[in-house]
C-alpha cells in the first residue's frame, strides 16, 4: 500500500499542511510517499520549507522502501481539505503538530533562520490575515469548531461545510484581537507587540497603538518570523497554522478556533499541545 502525493490550487499554507498530513500518513502507517510528477512541478516546491518535506522523502524516508508496485490508498473525499487532516488525525489517534513535531521535525534538513527583525524572547508576534481576505466579517468561530469537534471526538468523517460564512479565513474583529494582545500582555508584561500581515495589506484598522508591523512579502520569512517567537498570537489562516510544525520550541501560542484549525485535531480529544484558543 501507497499514497501518492497530491498538492492544492490554494496558496502557499494549505499546500504545505496538505503535504504534511500526507507524510504523517504514510510515517505512521509505514508506507511510501510516491510522486505522481516530477518533484519540481508540485505547487511552492521552491520554497524552503517545502524543499525540506520533498527532500526528506526523496533522499532519507522512502528510501526504506523497495522500489515495487504498491496499491494506492486514499486518505480523504476527493481531497478534501478538512476530510484528508481529519482522517489522518483519527487514523493517528493525535493532532498533526504533535505528532509531526515529535516524530518527523527532527528528521528534516536544517532549515536556514534568518536574521530575526524583533527580540523573540521578549515579543508577541501577532499575524494579521488581511490581503485577499481584509473585506470578509468576521464571525462565530464556536459554531463550526464545535460541529466539527463533535464528529471528530466522535471519529465520524468530515468534510468541508459552511465554507463562505461560519468556516473560512477571514480577520478577526479589531476588539476581538485587542481582547487576545491584552491577555497576552497581562501574562507576558513588559513585550512589545509586532505585526505581521503580507506586503500591501491596510493594518491601521488594527493598530491604534503604533505597534511595529512586519510586511516582508516574502512567504518563507515570514513563517521563519512565526516559528521563533516565543508568544505568537495566530489568525484564521492557513499559513499561521502551518508555521506551527517548525519548531521544536516550548511557546504560548494562542490561536482562533475554527473548522480549519480543529482539523488538525487541535481543541478537540485528540489534541496533546497545550495552545490557548479563542473564538
Known amino acids: 500500500m501507497s499514497i501518492v502525493l497530491f498538492d492544492r490550487c490554494d496558496r502557499l499554507g494549505a499546500n504545505i499542511t496538505t503535504y504534511i498530513s500526507q507524510i504523517i500518513y504514510a510515517h505512521y502507517h509505514n508506507i511510501p510517499v510516491l510522486f505522481s510528477k516530477n518533484v519540481n512541478e508540485y505547487r511552492f516546491y521552491n520554497n524552503k520549507v517545502v524543499k525540506s518535506l520533498f527532500d526528506y522523502l526523496q533522499y532519507s524516508y522512502n528510501t ?28 493517528i489517534n493525535s493532532d498533526l503538530i504533535s505528532y509531526f513535531k515529535n516524530n518527523l521535525l527532527h528528521q528534516l534538513c536544517e532549515i536556514e533562520i534568518p536574521v530575526l527583525p524583533f527580540d523573540p524572547c521578549n515579543t508577541i508576534l501577532v499575524h494579521l490575515r488581511l ?33 463562505g460564512t461560519i468556516n473560512m479565513q477571514s480577520p478577526l474583529s479589531c476588539s476581538k484581537l485587542e481582547e487576545q494582545i491584552n491577555k497576552a500582555l497581562e501574562k507576558h508584561k513588559g513585550y512589545s507587540v509586532v505585526f505581521l500581515a503580507a506586503k500591501g495589506s491596510d493594518v491601521s484598522p488594527y493598530n491604534p497603538h503604533n505597534y511595529k508591523v512586519l510586511q516582508s512579502g516574502d512567504d518563507y520569512l515570514d513563517i ?8 505568537v498570537i495566530l489568525s484564521r489562516s492557513t499559513f499561521s497554522l502551518s508555521s506551527l510544525f517548525f519548531s521544536s520550541k516550548k511557546r504560548n501560542i494562542y490561536i482562533p478556533s475554527w473548522g480549519h484549525s480543529v482539523s488538525f485535531g487541535l481543541n478537540t480529544k485528540y489534541d496533546k499541545t497545550n495552545f490557548n484558543y479563542f473564538y
Open 131 to 163: 490581503d485577499d481576505v481584509a473585506h470578509v466579517p468576521d464571525y462565530d468561530g464556536s459554531i463550526c469548531s464545535n460541529y466539527y469537534r463533535n464528529k471528530i471526538d466522535n471519529n465520524e468523517k468530515c468534510c468541508l461545510e459552511f465554507y
Open 64 to 91: 526504506n522502501f523497495e522500489k515495487k508496485e504498491y496499491s494506492i490508498h486514499n486518505i480523504g473525499i476527493n481531497h478534501d481539505f478538512i476530510s484528508v487532516l481529519s482522517n489522518v488525525v483519527i487514523s
Open 224 to 231: 521563519m518570523y512565526l516559528t521563533q517567537s516565543d508568544v
